[in-house]
């Protein structure tokens, strides 16, 4: 379909979500300058510090862009940033690699053309080449997921690479000099792997790893114990993510980590060849509960998001299904309508884009409601939330920093209760690999489903134990950022 067709469909298809409180709709932003097909990867960070967020979308061999947004509007600034690379591109993070208070961008290339890494430090706004400084010297290899994440807890990021080729790798932060540990803390793991998340999984205060492997491959649990690393994937039921075992046309994709059923523990989406798995935590394992809540749909998935796009105080989910085989699987857009029940309500013009690849639920134009971002073989759109403005203020972002100001709290959790309460009200992951692979750098934005002050709690696995920091009495505004520094 012509891209012109694409760009006259946004227009006139707006789609509509009924909700309790009127309509959930979504608007296309600036159609034009996001109509360039063959796009894989996106991410987002505020790479100038003006306090929105930016866009950065990798092709599959034609120029990047990168989208410097200026109160909402967007503009290509990727020749002018210095990371319009033309080889196709399958991964991006970002981080602050240098720990010098913004964030840094690593880029992943398919094989061919030289090195597939490139790691680009922001230096006030532009980015310069900085891989041979970091030591980060990668000749070959299929490039899937990054991460930023400091996994021993040291004050630094370190960085994860999962390779679909080759064992994964664990560059261990050594004053800004980048070393691949994972063959001494037991993450070489020589599976196909595709997707990354990092997350306090068991709850005993270091971050641990779950790793999406692809091509019949069981995925990857891998518990943190003192900074060595144990697959448990068999032992917490999640080696197969719901799919079918052994099978080498199915794998797991995307896995995602995000409280789905609102009760304050961590629960595991898997975005699967094969039906999408979801994992509700309970006591020291996880209970698939897809069937139950109407996701267990067999289709081929590339990316799982979630974000509560009403305003309810439950979480919704984006899947996307990719194009393969000649079939542009269809994507999903799971409200989540009664607590442990999902219906599919996607809009028409949200379904006409063939997006394959990313997904990213982000506030954009900072009205404080979730937009969407997607990449693929059709455009790589931008759907604005048009939720009514009383209800997108019904929320808080959150920006989590270390004690010397620095982004540094990948994998750290943030809870928004009712003042002066225990009454959860809302939950979310400090982003520690949730995009296809990608990683963004941005404040965690939390739904609330009522107004009034709130009572904020950021839980930081510090590698030894869980640090709590607290602030109480938050009045919220959708429009700011509220800081929280950790102890540490």
Same mark, same amino acid.
């Given at each position: ?53 930016d ?12 989208y ?23 991964? $991006? ?12 961008l690593l880029? !992943?290339f ?19 080449? $900085? ?7 990668v ?31 664990? %560059? ?38 779950i ?12 518990r ?5 690393f ?31 059923? !609102?009760?304050? #523990?961590?629960?595991?989406? /898997?975005?699967? %060849? !094969?039906?999408? !798995? ?18 267990? @749909?067999?289709?081929? %998935? ?21 194009? /393969? ?37 982000h ?32 929320? @808080? ?5 270390? #004690? ?9 959790e @943030? ?20 995009? %296809? ?52």
């Amino acid at each position: 379909m012509p891209i012109t067709r694409h760009a006259l469909l946004l227009v006139a298809a707006v789609g509509l979500l009924p909700t309790q409180e009127g309509t959930v709709s979504f608007r296309p932003l600036q159609v034009e300058l996001f109509a360039a097909p063959n796009s894989l990867v996106n991410a987002a960070a505020d790479v100038d510090n003006d306090g929105d967020l930016d866009l950065f979308v990798g092709f599959n061999g034609t120029p990047n862009r990168f989208y410097r947004n200026t109160d909402g509007v967007f503009t290509d600034a990727a020749s002018t940033l210095g990371v319009a690379d033309a080889r196709a591109t399958r991964a $991006a993070a970002f981080g602050d690699w240098d720990s010098d208070g913004d964030p840094d961008l690593l880029v !992943g290339f398919a094989p061919g053309g030289g090195p597939v890494l490139r790691l680009y430090r922001n230096e006030g706004g532009r980015f310069t080449d $900085a891989t041979s400084l970091a030591g980060l010297a990668v000749d070959s290899g299929a490039v899937r997921q990054p991460v930023w994440v400091d996994y021993d807890g040291d004050g630094d990021l370190d960085l994860f690479v999962a390779f679909r080729d080759r064992p994964n790798a664990l %560059y261990r932060n050594d004053g800004a000099r980048l070393v691949d540990i994972a063959p001494q803390v037991g993450l070489a793991d020589t599976r196909r792997s595709v997707g990354v998340v990092w997350a306090d999984l068991d709850a005993d205060g270091d971050l641990d790893v779950i790793v999406g492997n692809m091509d019949g491959d069981a995925n990857g649990m891998f518990r943190n114990d003192g900074g060595r690393f144990v697959d448990v994937a068999d032992a917490w039921g999640v080696a197969w993510g719901g799919r079918a075992p052994r099978d080498p046309a199915n794998g797991t994709v995307r896995p995602c980590v995000a409280d789905m059923n !609102g009760d304050g #523990a961590l629960d595991l989406i /898997t975005a699967n %060849y !094969g039906p999408p !798995g979801l994992f509700l935590r309970e006591g020291n394992g996880w209970r698939d509960a897809a069937a139950a809540w109407g996701l267990a @749909v067999d289709g081929r %998935y590339d990316s799982c998001a979630t974000a509560d796009i009403d305003h309810d105080g439950r979480l919704d989910l984006y899947l996307n299904g990719t194009v /393969t085989q000649g079939r542009n699987w269809p994507d999903y857009l799971y409200r989540q309508d009664t607590a442990g029940h999902m219906a599919n309500m996607i809009p028409a013009a949200v379904a006409a884009i063939p997006a394959d690849h990313g997904a990213l639920w982000h506030d954009f134009d900072g009205n404080g409601s979730a937009d969407l971002a997607l990449t693929g073989q059709g455009p790589h759109a931008l759907f604005a939330s048009t939720l009514p403005d009383s209800v997108s203020r019904r929320a @808080v972002k959150v920006r989590v920093l270390d #004690a010397r100001g620095r982004a540094t709290r990948a994998g750290a959790e @943030v809870r928004a209760y009712a003042a002066g309460t225990r009454t959860l009200l809302g939950m979310a992951l400090v982003d520690a690999g949730s995009g %296809y692979d990608s990683q963004s750098e941005a404040p965690v934005l939390i739904a609330l489903p009522r107004a009034g002050r709130i009572d904020l709690e950021i839980t930081w696995p510090s590698g030894s134990r869980r640090e709590v920091t607290r602030r109480p009495g938050i009045r919220p505004d959708a429009r700011s950022i509220v800081v929280v520094r950790t102890s540490r």
